[in-house]
């Protein structure tokens, strides 16, 4: 499967509010939802306040800091998902994150030597 980034949409599908298997035919509703932060295993999703699932969790300042989850989702909800709990990609998006202010740039391509993007404003603004 294509290593997806923050950003990307992605559909799963739910039974009673808890994420089943994309091939299992037993389902009620497939929601597109935005992930906020990579592992190793799979992937956070932001889940807004209004959509009641199972097994969300609530961000707070120590999650953003260990998953590297941008603070304006402080004190919302999360879903944690596997590769195989996708079933569908929405969007994938190109472009690059700033590391130091957490803005997207489309069409931008890293420009650090650890694989990251820092902006124009980033780089030459010092009190930025």
Request: glycine share 6%.
């Amino acid at each position: 499967m294509t290593r997806l980034k923050p950003g990307d949409l992605v559909d799963v599908r739910f039974k009673l509010g808890k994420a089943v298997s994309p091939y299992s035919g037993d389902y009620d509703e497939t929601r597109t939802l935005e992930i906020v932060a990579v592992d190793t295993h799979g992937y956070h999703l932001y889940v807004p306040q209004y959509v009641a699932l199972k097994d969300t969790i609530e961000v707070d300042e120590r999650d953003c800091r260990t998953l590297n989850i941008n603070k304006r989702y402080s004190g919302e909800n999360i879903l944690y998902v596997s590769d195989a709990m996708i079933c569908k990609i929405n969007t994938i998006l190109d472009g690059c994150f700033c590391a130091r202010c957490k803005e997207f740039f489309q069409y931008a391509i890293p420009n650090q030597e650890d694989g990251t993007m820092i902006c124009w404003q980033c780089r030459f603004n010092r009190f930025r």
